[in-house]
């Protein structure tokens, strides 16, 4: 195992990272944080003498995406913050990604330059325009070599297609169009269209009093491009289609788990709320997380989860703190592996959790300075309840909840995770060397 991380003692709030995401192959991995800034990490090439070293990930390119702006009609700061990033497969030799902060979304370029042309008829060297009655001779540009540069360039800026914040966008399969949710709408974007979207979700009613639940994910089908889904804060999924109308506010299924009446309390609601919804790889299952739980669903039926992992059912008698100290409300992702075998979420005190759907196994690793040396093997870990306590466990009141892992990333196709861990990020891969 090995891992990437940024030394920096203080962490600055600028600096914590907000999102992860691989690209299609795997060889690029993008981390939007919350000064607005776009970090692109590289994979390293094989090399002949050492074949098995291969998969370290460089910075590759570095670039501002979102400034903070105001909103002068409802004097409203919005944040630079980025909440999340999409990569679009790749048609050519440049990559293109999706970054999006609460209002605007924007379409990056990144491509490398490694010659720059010389030899202008109508300037000289240093760019200045010369003077039209010295020019005597018509020279041919040539291109000559010059170091590797990065570029990261806006092709396009989708902006005012949301009153609400953005929570997610997803690139659709075919690849033409994208779209962007926010609490109460989704909008439907073509990528070359920037002046205008479809709504194809509101559920805002015509009394905003009589709000009861709020969008809080969306996420296009791996390959059927008409078929979306949309989590909501009262923890139901709707699996919805386009082709039935061209506003979706009628889902074609619905899948919700009803409440074991026994663990009813205050915070039944707010726990429910799901933070994040993905579609596995072959499409045939959803994954959805709430505050405790992962769920696994099948397409195929509505009426209640193929499969439920326990992510942290030691802090159900913790709930009033944690709602005291606001973590109630944070919003963990969960990531599918590559062939959708095993499934990872975040938790707190730096730990992520690792359920196999064939074994059954679950595993918790600790993401953290202390215990991750370059090609250190992580250790498992484990927290007890009460009672006498092991040598090797942690108790669960000596949890840090300031430290919690919220945005995780797969590889496409390997054994490599990338984690977040507030200003750290951390790239572990299997054991091969």
């Not at 994979?43 to 003498?49: A, H, L, M, N, T």
């Not at 409203?76 to 999340?84: F, M, R, V």
């Not at 989590?231 to 506003?247: E, T």
């Amino acid at each position: 195992m090995h891992l990437f991380d940024e030394d920096k003692e203080k962490c600055v709030k600028a600096d914590i990272i907000s999102t992860v995401e691989f690209n299609s192959t795997g060889e690029l991995l993008a981390t939007g944080d919350k000064g607005g800034r776009v970090v692109v990490f590289q994979r390293e090439q094989e090399s002949k003498s050492q074949p098995h070293r291969r998969g370290e990930y460089n910075v590759y390119s570095t670039f501002q995406s979102h400034e903070p702006e105001f909103d002068y009609l409802k004097s409203l700061e919005i944040e630079e913050k980025i909440n999340k990033i999409r990569w679009l497969p790749q048609q050519n030799a440049a990559y293109f990604l999706l970054s999006t902060n609460d209002k605007t979304v924007k379409l990056w370029k990144i491509s490398e330059r490694d010659k720059r042309p010389e030899g202008y008829n109508l300037k000289d060297e240093d760019g200045r325009m010369r003077d039209p009655a010295t020019i005597t001779t018509l020279r041919v540009p040539v291109l000559r070599p010059m170091d590797l540069m990065v570029e990261a360039t806006p092709r396009r800026i989708f902006s005012n297609g949301h009153t609400y914040h953005i929570n997610s966008i997803s690139v659709n399969s075919d690849y033409e169009t994208y779209m962007s949710t926010d609490d109460l709408r989704i909008n439907l974007w073509n990528l070359e269209i920037t002046n205008r979207s479809f709504n194809i979700v509101d559920i805002k009613p015509a009394n905003m009093e009589e709000l009861t639940e709020v969008i809080t994910a969306a996420e296009f089908h791996p390959n059927q491009c008409n078929t979306f889904v949309y989590s909501s804060s009262k923890g139901s999924i709707r699996l919805c289609d386009m082709r039935a109308a061209a506003l979706c506010d009628n889902h074609s299924k619905f899948f919700e788990e009803p409440e074991d009446p026994n663990n009813r309390s205050f915070f039944s609601e707010i726990i429910s709320s799901i933070s994040d919804v993905k579609f596995s790889h072959s499409g045939r299952y959803l994954m959805t997380r709430d505050y405790l739980t992962v769920r696994v669903w099948d397409v195929n039926m509505e009426c209640k989860p193929l499969e439920t992992y326990q992510v942290h059912d030691y802090l159900r008698g913790k709930l009033c703190s944690l709602y005291e100290n606001d973590c109630i409300f944070d919003k963990f992702e969960c990531v599918w592996n590559g062939s959708d075998s095993v499934i990872m979420t975040g938790s707190y005190n730096n730990f992520f959790r690792m359920f196999d759907r064939n074994t059954k196994r679950d595993v918790t690793l600790e993401a953290s300075r202390e215990n991750s040396k370059p090609r250190a093997i992580l250790k498992p870990r484990k927290v007890c309840v009460g009672g006498k306590r092991r040598k090797d466990e942690i108790s669960v009141d000596s949890l840090d909840f300031s430290k919690k892992i919220l945005h995780t990333a797969w590889h496409p196709s390997e054994n490599i995770i990338a984690v977040a861990a507030t200003n750290n990020l951390y790239i572990f891969q299997d054991k091969v060397n």
